[in-house]
C-alpha cells in the first residue's frame, strides 16, 4: 500500500464491461521527504485507480495496488491494477503529524 493525492480524473466513454460505472483517479504517489522527514513529497509519477469510496480531488488516499487491488469485494472482478482503499484523516511519521485532513480543510 501507498500513500498518495487525487490529482484529477478520467472520462472513458469506450470500456471493458465490467468498468462500467467505477470512477477512474489519476493519483500521485506521495513519500516522506528523505531529507527533512517532516513533510510528504510528490513521487513525479501518476497511476489510475478505481475509487470504490468517493474520494474527491487534492485528498490524500491510501492505495492498494497490484493484484492486492482484485481482493475487495467491490472489485475482485475487474481488471484492475490499483483501487483506493482509504482516504486519510492524518499520517504521523516520528511522532510528527505530515499531514492532517482538519488542519488542511480549516486553510481553505
Request: with cysteine; aromatic share 4%.
Amino acid at each position: 500500500m501507498f500513500i498518495a493525492k487525487v490529482t484529477g480524473s478520467i472520462v472513458s466513454t469506450q470500456k471493458t464491461p465490467a468498468l462500467v460505472g467505477h470512477k477512474l483517479l489519476v493519483v500521485e504517489p506521495y513519500r516522506v521527504d528523505a531529507e527533512t522527514r517532516q513533510s510528504l513529497v510528490p513521487t513525479g509519477r501518476t497511476f489510475v485507480a478505481v475509487d470504490t469510496l468517493g474520494a474527491g480531488e487534492d485528498e490524500f488516499v491510501l492505495i492498494t495496488q497490484g493484484s492486492s487491488a482484485r481482493l475487495t469485494p467491490e472489485t475482485k472482478n475487474l481488471p484492475i491494477d490499483a483501487v483506493v482503499v482509504g482516504i486519510l484523516d492524518s499520517v504521523h511519521v516520528d511522532k510528527m503529524c505530515l499531514f492532517d485532513r482538519q488542519r488542511e480543510t480549516s486553510k481553505t
